[in-house]
């Protein structure tokens, strides 16, 4: 109510949403016709009544209503006392100038528009009404005898140019409020559109947060825990067996270097730096298996193996999840399976690409009413919850198969070991599951 209140405000004020070009012609045009009138009255009456006594009186009251018509502008366009007095002074002057002299009649026009954009409707169509009484008086004054049309035609004039402005004026409203509106649905759509980007880039940075967690856990953290236990095995064995020690300390330097080689990866783009270094997907899971095998001799062996070929290069994106889950999962492998084999196994489909991470260790047993898929352990994993307790492993791995639309697979049974396999189309997939083996 207030905004429509002000929008009516500005439209008499003629500031609304700036100048209005149709308004400010029309007011242009009625301003030119009522001094063309006035002058006109007034040489028409020197004409036809020279050296009569009221001669100067019609000159001066001439001259006194074109300086107040000249200082309308000036007195602003709203309604306000001053602007009101102003117009009852002009109305009265011309009123006075009909009496002495009924040829300035048809200075009433312009007055017309005047009154009917200062005042208020009613009172618009009162002086309407009373300049037209005017008129017509004036016209049967200058009439030699009757004539219908001097009676009726001013009202009917009147009317036509009282209702034609009635009309665009309402119209001029009309386009103000519904700019008004445009820009209020303008000024909406830009801030939904920010809060959009807003909320698209909160979403972004937890989504890269959850990838930067998931990528640390499965190569600096991994690493971080292979060198503690191979540092702490080293102490333990370094006055018995001096050159196992060493073995041990060698292996933790590699796995050092390694890490080392992860964390610039992660400075540069954050991709594997096994698939950095080239050969592809195949080449890094054998050296995963081979370095896996290499951390601990003799006590776990890892061995990789591919089946079919890719009709196309894999995605970027492909590689480097299905390296993650091959790392996390033979770090649950290492850390709680008890396992002394392991084996990796890419298999290439025409659709889609299946790895598969299996261990002959202690397997377990997932938790009742628990699909096995979507079990608490891993590949590996053993004692109920223990990797998904410790940390990322399972859960990690599971958002790493969702984000590419696949499906996650665990099969296993206590004293049986546990097979893990995430299976990812590479076509797009609307609905990505798990599914229970």
């Not at 030699?144 to 001013?154: C, E, K, M, Q, S």
């Not at 807003?198 to 640390?216: F, K, N």
Request: glycine share 8%.
């Amino acid at each position: 109510m207030e905004r429509r209140t002000g929008v009516r405000e500005a439209e008499a004020d003629g500031t609304a949403s700036g100048p209005d070009p149709d308004a400010r012609w029309l007011a242009l045009l009625m301003h030119a016709a009522f001094f063309l009138l006035l002058g006109a009255s007034l040489t028409r009456f020197l004409m036809r009544h020279p050296g009569e006594a009221r001669t100067p009186w019609i000159i001066a009251l001439s001259i006194t209503l074109a300086v107040l018509y000249l200082l309308g502008p000036v007195l602003g366009s709203r309604p306000t006392p001053r602007r009101l007095a102003w117009l009852g002074v002009l109305v009265a002057v011309w009123m006075v100038l009909v009496v002495l002299a009924p040829s300035f009649a048809w200075c009433a026009v312009p007055l017309f528009y005047t009154g009917l954009r200062i005042l208020p409707p009613r009172a618009a169509l009162a002086l309407v009404a009373l300049l037209t009484a005017f008129v017509v008086a004036a016209q049967l004054r200058l009439a030699t005898g009757f004539d219908p049309n001097l009676v009726l035609a001013p009202p009917a004039v009147a009317a036509v140019a009282t209702a034609v402005f009635v009309h665009m004026q309402r119209q001029a409203v009309r386009q103000r409020d519904l700019a008004a509106r445009q820009r209020e649905l303008i000024d909406d759509l830009l801030r939904t559109r920010r809060e959009l980007a807003a909320t698209e880039r909160r979403e972004g940075t937890l989504a890269e947060r959850q990838r930067l967690s998931m990528e640390i856990h499965d190569t600096l953290a991994q690493g971080l825990s292979s060198q503690q236990m191979l540092l702490q095995a080293a102490d333990r064995t370094w006055a018995a067996d001096p050159d196992a020690a060493r073995r041990h300390v060698r292996t933790a330097t590699g796995i050092a270097e390694r890490n080392l080689a992860e964390a610039r990866r992660f400075v540069h783009d954050l991709a594997p730096a096994d698939l950095a270094e080239g050969g592809g997907l195949e080449a890094a899971l054998h050296a995963l298996a081979a370095r896996e095998s290499a951390q601990a001799p003799g006590t776990l062996t890892v061995r990789c193996h591919v089946e079919g070929a890719p009709h196309a290069p894999l995605p970027d994106r492909v590689q480097s999840a299905l390296l993650r889950i091959a790392q996390g999962a033979l770090a649950n492998v290492r850390e709680h399976a008890g396992a002394t084999a392991a084996g990796l196994t890419l298999t290439h489909l025409d659709d889609r690409v299946v790895l598969d991470i299996g261990d002959n260790g202690r397997g377990f047993t997932p938790e009742p009413g628990a699909p096995r898929a979507t079990g608490t352990g891993g590949a590996g994993s053993t004692g109920g919850a223990a990797s998904t307790v410790r940390g990322h492993g399972l859960p990690a791995i599971r958002a790493r198969v969702q984000q590419l639309g696949g499906t996650l697979t665990i099969e296993s049974a206590p004293g049986e070991g546990t097979v893990l396999s995430a299976e990812i189309p590479l076509t797009p997939t609307e609905n990505p599951t798990e599914a229970p083996a």
